[in-house]
């Protein structure tokens, strides 16, 4: 059993920054490649962010790319998601997710997932 457990959420003005953490149990994240998503009322759930295992090759929705920030902390078993400049588009829950081998922006193929944390950005 692999547990994922996001935090960092919370309240931010536009052009602020946060930081979210997903910290793996079970196995360690290493072993993994884990996945940004992020799902707004009345959107679809969306690809943010990747990194792989292995190698931490990174994977950005356009989006994002420039903006946020995908990182493992392998001593910590956890993965970040440094998120910049942010903008009231990226006001969503925010969800982690796992899957060995290569890393998918298909939601579909993710087997373990945490259980969200909400990013509200203001102006």
């Known amino acids: 059993q692999v547990q994922l457990v996001e935090s960092g959420g919370g309240l931010v003005q536009a052009g602020g920054s946060l930081r979210l953490s997903c910290t793996v149990s079970?196995?360690?994240?290493?072993?993994?490649?884990v996945a940004w998503f992020r799902q707004a009322p009345g959107k679809e759930r969306e690809f943010v962010a990747a990194?792989?295992?292995?190698?931490?090759?990174?994977d950005y929705a356009d989006s994002v790319k420039g903006r946020f920030t995908v990182s493992r902390d392998n001593a910590k078993n956890t993965v970040y998601l440094q998120m910049n400049s942010l903008k009231r588009d990226d006001s969503a829950a925010y969800y982690c997710?796992?899957?060995?081998?290569?890393?998918?922006?298909?939601?579909?193929?993710?087997?373990?997932w945490g259980q969200g944390t909400q990013v509200t950005v203001s102006s």
């Open positions: 079970g196995r360690t994240a290493s072993s993994y490649s």
């Open positions: 997710a796992a899957r060995s081998g290569n890393s998918y922006r298909d939601s579909r193929l993710y087997d373990y």
């Open positions: 990194i792989t295992r292995h190698f931490d090759n990174t």
